[in-house]
């Protein structure tokens, strides 16, 4: 037994090893590939300019700059036209084909090629979807059609060429031989613009296609397995419906009585914060702070501590008037009173330490009178550092 985690840790390290190799690998092949796009752009840019410069080197010749202009513009016009024909037929030539089943089967079929799984078995499936190859057939009978013509009209070819060279110089007079510089660039430019348009479509757009159809096939089998999941879900939910509802009933019931003793538990708290609060407002003689302090301590041994400040306040406050009415009592007070101070700016800091400065420094500016509980702790090391030795007003209030 225990040579099973070892294992597992063997073949998960070997499996991180394996995944880091082929992350390695993609990005070799990813600035491969870009490596291979930059040659290719900087080759078509050094070929443009090449067919440019013959143009203009060619209308040069001619003297005059009118001449030129009308040369040159025919001749970026005639070579331009004869380049985007020629990307045309490269594209054609170039479009790679998609593999489907003959007769476009959509039966799954397992991940390893093998037949088809068994139903459910949605992790080793992989679904099978026919893309639109409109296009692939349209380039494969173009390609066979231009093929064709061309082996059958090969002999008439040099005669064509010759005519059209005739036909394309009748349209300089001033030279007459022009049409066979024409012809040239013609071919220099066709031929430049099918290897650009072949070289291009197999290196640029084959890859786009296949990343494409794996995101595709990728969804699908993640829709497959979010089906599989749903289904699941659905069986399970079915299965315990009964036992679910019952459930919802017996949750609802307790969060209403979970409620119903929290709301209690306010009301009690908050009737022991008023009690608290009539006592420390009753005549000192009366010794109110006394049956304050009692009220707190019996609310605290039946609902334990409560987070709330004004209830420490209260009662550090109410410590505060036992230690000036009974002098013997007085450290007891002063700890029972810091304890309950320290609980106050554990809760509410901000407003903790505004309460505990108001009721303990004498010269605190928001002072009203009989607001003097704890001032009999003002001098209090522990007091001071706690809430500090000048009077304290938050910045927000």
Known sequence: MASEPEGNQSTSHGLETLQEMLSARQRDLSGQHGTDIHALRTKVWFSVALGILGVGLYAAHFGSWAVFAEVFAAGILVTGAAALVGTLLGFLFGIPRTLVDEGGSRQP???????????GAVDRVVAVYSPNTNLEQISDWLSKILVGVGLTQLNDIP????????WLGSGMPHHPEAGKFALGAIAYASVFGFLYGYIWTRVVLSPMFRRADEHLRKAIVELAIAERSVSKAIAKAAVVERSATETVERAHAKA??????????????????????????EPRERMGYADAIRIA????????????????LRYAAAQGQRAVHEPRAYEDAKKSALEAARKVLRHSPEMGRYWLSLLCHPEHPERTAGAADLQVFFKEPEFVELIGNEPYVPANK
């Open 109 to 119: 079929r397992d991940v390893h090629g093998g037949a088809a799984a068994a139903p």
């Open 159 to 166: 005669a064509a060429l010759v005519r059209f060279s005739e």
């Open 256 to 281: 209403e009585q979970v409620l119903l003793e929290a709301q209690q538990r306010a009301e009690q708290l908050e009737d022991t914060l008023k009690r608290m609060l009539d006592r420390l407002h």
């Open 297 to 312: 301590e019996e609310y605290v041994a039946r609902q334990g501590e409560p987070s709330n400040f004004l209830f420490w």
